[in-house]
Nanobody, 134 residues
Framework: EVQLQASGGGLVQPGGSLRLSCAVSGGALDDYTIAWFRQAPGKEREGLLC????????YYMRSIQGRFAISRDNAKNAVYLQMNSLKPEDTAVYYCAADRGRGLCRPYYDGGRVYAKPTDFAAWGRGTQVTVSS
């Protein structure tokens, strides 16, 4: 059974950057679609980005385009979330999640909004706290 562990969170000032890591064990990363989600206090868990294979990715949230990026290193069994120009509203617990299979990012559309369904992902790691504050 695949296991995930997110790390790299911390306290950062507005405008700063962080890179989160998701270590994947118990399976080959190449066999999985991996997504990043976040959950702020009192809010629902929301999808951010997804990588379904080594060369493609999907955004689940338009407001992070140009600021956040996802990458994967199959040789290291790791997925990364690079976050730049961080804002206080980015404060949340960040999670990585996996579904077995390639190309399973499955973005959903509602008018101009794109989103992900956490229930599409079977495996979840413990989150890492990101706090953006001066």
């Amino acid at each position: 059974e695949v296991q995930l562990q997110a790390s790299g969170g911390g306290l950062v000032q507005p405008g700063g950057s962080l890179r989160l890591s998701c270590a994947v064990s118990g399976g080959a990363l190449d066999d999985y679609t991996i997504a990043w989600f976040r959950q702020a206090p009192g809010k629902e868990r929301e999808g951010l980005l997804c990588t379904g294979d080594p060369v493609s990715s999907e955004y689940y949230m338009r407001s992070i385009q140009g600021r956040f990026a996802i990458s994967r290193d199959n040789a290291k069994n790791a997925v990364y979330l690079q976050m730049n120009s961080l804002k206080p509203e980015d404060t949340a617990v960040y999670y990585c999640a996996a579904d077995r299979g390639r190309g399973l990012c499955r973005p959903y559309y509602d008018g101009g909004r794109v989103y992900a369904k956490p229930t599409d992902f079977a495996a979840w790691g413990r989150g890492t706290q990101v706090t953006v504050s001066s």
